[in-house]
Structures are given as C-alpha cells and as structure tokens.
C-alpha cells in the first residue's frame, strides 16, 4: 500500500498536480453602451406594464384588509398577553 501511495504522489509531481494552480486571469467585462430613454418613452413603457397588471376588485381589497386587521388584532393580543403573563412570573419570582 505504502508502495502505491508513493507511484501515485510520484505520477501527480511528473503532471504538476502536486502545485497549486494560479487562478486563470479574466479581462473586465466591456462597458456596455447604455441608450438613454427620454422620459416620454420611459412613462410610455410604465402606462404600458401598468395595463399588464392584475388589479384586484373592490371586493378583494376589501376582504384582505378585513383579514389583515383581524390578523393584526389576533397576534397583537398574543404578544401582549405573553408579555402580561411573563412580567407576571418575573415580578413574582423576584419580588
């Protein structure tokens, strides 16, 4: 085994395996030469995407607010009973 060990790091130093490698230099990407837009075109395309957009209906916004409020109620009650109970414990604990 140790014989093998030693022909093998012998045919890794004949290929030059046993050097570490320099990292291969690349050149700077080329700076691309941007066109401007004019604001003309710029809120053109805008308006355009816009009329791409899914809008919700009135009904849907209304309904994810409501749900979003009960949502904010729900866990700002959490969070402040478990604050309620915790200084609790620790005034009792303490005190």
Do not use: C, H
């Amino acid at each position: 085994m140790n014989q093998q060990n030693r022909q093998m790091r012998r045919a890794a130093q004949k290929a030059g395996a046993d050097q570490p490698r320099r990292p291969e230099r690349r050149s700077a990407a080329p700076a691309a030469a941007t066109e401007r837009t004019s604001p003309t075109q710029f809120f053109t395309e805008v308006r355009a995407e816009l009329r791409k957009v899914a809008w919700p209906t009135k009904n849907e916004v209304i309904n994810s607010t409501i749900i979003v409020l009960i949502a904010v109620v729900v866990m700002t009650s959490l969070i402040f009973a478990a604050d309620y109970v915790f200084a609790k414990g620790v005034l009792f604990l303490y005190d």
